[in-house]
């Protein structure tokens, strides 16, 4: 099983901030990463396949690069809308499938 | 457009059983493969079942290994997650997701439903 690891585990940003979230897999997964927002209440959503491809109608402020086993998403100039957990997912080998534990990004 | 849609879950005693099923629709249902999803506010995001877009293959989590098991009725565009000998660790939002043969999943969720174990 890959085990998938992000940190930090909460990241305090200032509104209109950058935020870059890091994850780490225990093995190499080439660039099958997928990254999910989710707000409180919220179903998941996609932000990022393949790495580093933005999903349909997200905004060009989430940014994906890595490969491997070392990924960044990078949230440039922080929206109200922003501040919640995002995930990391590997798709490379399973199953099981496996996330990250989370990063919450919190309003400092 | 795609429509996921969860229901049955509710509040239950450990050791009891309850059936989920996921309701899929504007896409056509027997050409994917379908995954369940759980979430719990301390252990985040984490992979359950998953099925093939025939049936005839299906998987389940180390942790739910030997208690649920994943079946679908293509004709009722329907999946289903049976959930035995249920622990109040199962306790989660139960999610349904559309998922490709080639692996990747995630781009389409239903609502989910809230499942409870509590004595």
């Known amino acids: 099983e890959i085990m998938m690891t992000q940190s930090p585990a909460t990241l305090s940003v200032s509104p209109g901030g950058r935020a870059t979230l890091s994850c780490r897999a225990s093995?190499?997964?080439?660039?099958?990463l997928a990254w999910f927002q989710q707000r409180p209440g919220q179903t998941p959503r996609l932000l990022v396949y393949?790495?580093?491809t933005r999903a349909k109608d997200i905004p060009a402020r989430f940014n994906g690069t890595g490969s491997g086993t070392d990924f960044t998403l990078t949230i440039s100039s922080l929206q109200p809308e922003d501040f919640a957990v995002y995930y990391c997912?590997?798709?490379?080998?399973?199953?099981?499938?496996?996330f990250g534990q989370g990063t919450k990004v919190e309003i400092k | 457009q795609v429509h996921l849609v969860e229901s049955g879950g509710g509040v239950v005693q450990p050791g009891t059983s309850l059936r989920l099923s996921c309701v899929g629709s504007?896409?056509?249902?027997?050409?994917?493969?379908m995954h369940w999803v759980r979430h719990t506010p301390g252990k985040g995001l984490e992979w359950v079942a998953v099925?093939?877009?025939?049936?005839?293959?299906?998987y389940c989590a180390d942790s739910v290994q030997g208690r649920f098991s994943v079946s679908r009725d293509n004709s009722k565009n329907t999946l289903y997650l049976y959930m035995n000998s249920l622990r109040h660790t199962d306790t989660a939002v139960y999610y349904c997701?559309?998922?490709?043969?080639?692996?990747?999943?995630?781009?389409?969720w239903g609502p989910g439903t809230l499942v409870t174990v509590s004595s």
């Open positions: 093995q190499t997964i080439s660039g099958n």
């Open positions: 099925s093939s877009h025939d049936g005839n293959n299906t």
């Open positions: 997912q590997q798709y490379h080998h399973w199953p099981p499938w496996t």
């Open positions: 504007g896409f056509t249902f027997n050409q994917y493969v």
């Open positions: 393949g790495a580093s």
């Open positions: 997701a559309r998922g490709t043969r080639g692996g990747f999943f995630g781009g389409f």
